[in-house]
């Protein structure tokens, strides 16, 4: 005889009730740290809130030195350590007041996220396939022969596969019509085709306006995720004893260059809360937390405790989580989750050579930036482009072709055929994001407050070990 279970009916609105009756309380505290500010946040939990606060420090250039996440029953509480790019305090009012309107206005009203200066009528044409030297620049090249203004670009390369999201409006700034539209991606489709094997995963997609469309670079993570980017990946153990064994899924054993930091995700069970505990070293760099945090949020995982530190040019991240379909305990669910997690830390570019460009924004100027470089023998390993008014801004990650160091004449070149303002900066691989090493931050009274009461809603919840 079949079994029949009912469940209650839940308004679909009660959720959104639920958040407007109770919305999240932000406080951002200066007094407690001398180097930092403490940016504190309590609302009603669902699926999904950590990774919108995270966005929204995020796409605020903000640097999340520590962070200690609870959200057990139907609360939440997040503590962020947090400073602007240059180390300081936050302490403009102004800030502090955007922040806390724009995470209370995140969770309320579930805000999109465009790159600045882009609108919801722009068309987004979305790419992903086989990496190879020049291929931004074709695809650039195409859309300045089309006719087409490049408003904003976001491009990542990863284990041999790229990823880009182009924003694109007609030459007299107006929005595309969806013929001209399907034209242009039918042209990018030939370009990415073209260097493909007939049965190489590749895909070229238009993504009409609409509302609440997803995060762009969360979209970023899912598009390399479903191109299957993390196939290659897996967690280096380095001969730390600590992380050898059957707890570390992926292990490579393979050795790391010198003063490079590896992956390492480590993966338990805690039988005393039912928790699956996830553990996550690697280098430090700046948007590490927000990358993580995608991984999990996409794969469907929540976060119910988190400790997120620093120390040097290592960054240690622990959650506990639990998967709605209890898969986790499996190992083949492990290595998965364990690759998907190696791939998100790692996709975003941090190192090697960075090219700073602002100037004067015209039609096809992308396209003659990625000429240059292309000319001069360096290929892109990943590209952030968008406008400020009348200027054209952008952040290159280069390296060069034959796997050489850049040469200062190339450099130099570059610098004078691209003209306006250019800069040059070789992003060190030790470099951290917080340029604070976490046993220098000593805590204070309220500090270890904090800390203790997490733990008391966790009975096996402890500060990472560093």
Known sequence: MMDITYTPYIDPDFEVLLERIHPPRVSVDNNIYPDCSLIMVDSANKHGVLLEVVQVLTDLDLVISKSYISSDGGWLMDVFHVTDQ?????TDESL?????????????????????????????????????????????????????????????THKGRAACIIYVEDSNGRMMDPTRAAQVRAHLENVVEAHHHEDERRSVRLAAPAPGRTHTERRLHQMMAADRDYDQCCSCCS???EWDGVDVYGGCGKERKKGQIGTHVKIQKCKETGYSIITVRSRDRPKLLFDTVCALTDLNYVVHHAAISSQGSTAFQEYYVTDKNGTLEMDSEKHRVTKCLVAATERRVSNGLRLCICTKNKTGLLSDVTRVLRENGLSIMGAEIGVRGENAVGTFYLKDATGEDVRPETVEMVRREIGGRTVFKNMSPSRTSSGVQDEERPRSSLGSFIWSHLERLSANFKPIKS
């Open 239 to 241: 001969g730390n004893s």
């Open 86 to 90: 240059q180390g300081n305090k936050l």
């Open 96 to 156: 502090i007041l955007h922040i806390q309107e724009a995470i209370c206005t995140s969770r309320i009203a579930n805000k999109e996220a465009r790159p600045r200066g882009v609108s919801a009528e722009h068309v987004a044409l979305e790419m992903t396939g086989l990496d190879r030297p020049g291929l931004m620049s074709e695809m650039s090249a195409v859309l300045a022969e089309m006719g087409c203004h490049v408003s904003a670009a976001v491009a990542w």
